[in-house]
T-cell receptor
Framework: GESVGLHLPTLSVQEGDNSIINCAYSNSASDYFIWYKQESGKGPQFIIDIRSNMDKRQGQRVTVLLNKTVKHLSLQIAATQPGDSAVYFCAESKSTSYGKLTFGQGTILTVHP | NAGVTQTPKFQVLKTGQSMTLQCAQDMNHNSMYWYRQDPGMGLRLIYYSASEGTTDKGEVPNGYNVSRLNKREFSLRLESAAPSQTSVYFC????????????FGEGSWLTVV
């Protein structure tokens, strides 16, 4: 659901389940999208990216889906592990914007053993 | 594998004091960035440097100045700190502006009292 201020969306899953984290982006001119993982007390860590000429991209245990029609991005994590527990941010950018990223609010993923 | 290194990691300032956050990257990247992250929110761009010798304002530049000292180093200065600048600050870098992965440092926790 939606969140305001300090209340980030949360997702709780059991170890081994698949996780899906969703993100709605705001700028229809954005053509580059990135998912970052941020563990407590650390900086964001790059997970996977996708350009607007693609609708799906796969990495190791992760898949990003892009639906430009509804401006929606999702991150799928297969066989989720306790080490995947973190805050996940989507970010959008325009290729002409000198790498300036606009971040979403974030989703807290908690994986229970 | 140092990547992006920020100092200091923690700092407490009194209102009106000045300080400089230092950042260095060892990846030979051309572009560097300063972001701030407030509780429960994504990162917001303060300033960026597309290449050595250039700097530009981001989304929230007021109250800050930056210096791209050389290709490796990009500093952020608060001339007269305000409580509203209490935040976590992240330096980042990328190979070039545009469609390149942005790598983040570990963050600097700043409290202004």
């Amino acid at each position: 659901g939606e969140s305001v201020g300090l209340h980030l969306p949360t997702l709780s899953v059991q170890e081994g389940d698949n996780s899906i984290i969703n993100c709605a982006y705001s700028n229809s001119a954005s053509d580059y999208f990135i998912w970052y993982k941020q563990e407590s007390g650390k900086g964001p860590q790059f997970i996977i990216d996708i350009r607007s000429n693609m609708d799906k991209r796969q990495g190791q245990r992760v898949t990003v889906l892009l639906n430009k029609t509804v401006k929606h991005l999702s991150l799928q994590i297969a066989a989720t592990q306790p080490g995947d527990s973190a805050v996940y941010f989507c970010a959008e950018s325009k290729s002409t914007s000198y790498g300036k990223l606009t971040f979403g609010q974030g989703t807290i993923l908690t994986v229970h053993p | 594998n140092a990547g992006v290194t920020q100092t200091p990691k923690f700092q407490v300032l009194k209102t009106g004091q000045s300080m400089t956050l230092q950042c260095a990257q060892d990846m030979n990247h051309n572009s560097m960035y300063w972001y701030r992250q407030d509780p429960g929110m994504g990162l917001r761009l303060i300033y960026y440097s597309a290449s050595e010798g250039t700097t530009d304002k981001g989304e929230v530049p007021n109250g800050y100045n930056v210096s791209r000292l050389n290709k490796r180093e990009f500093s952020l200065r608060l001339e007269s700190a305000a409580p509203s600048q209490t935040s976590v600050y992240f330096c980042a870098s990328s190979e070039a502006p545009g469609l390149n992965t942005i790598y983040f440092g570990e963050g600097s926790w700043l409290t202004v009292v």
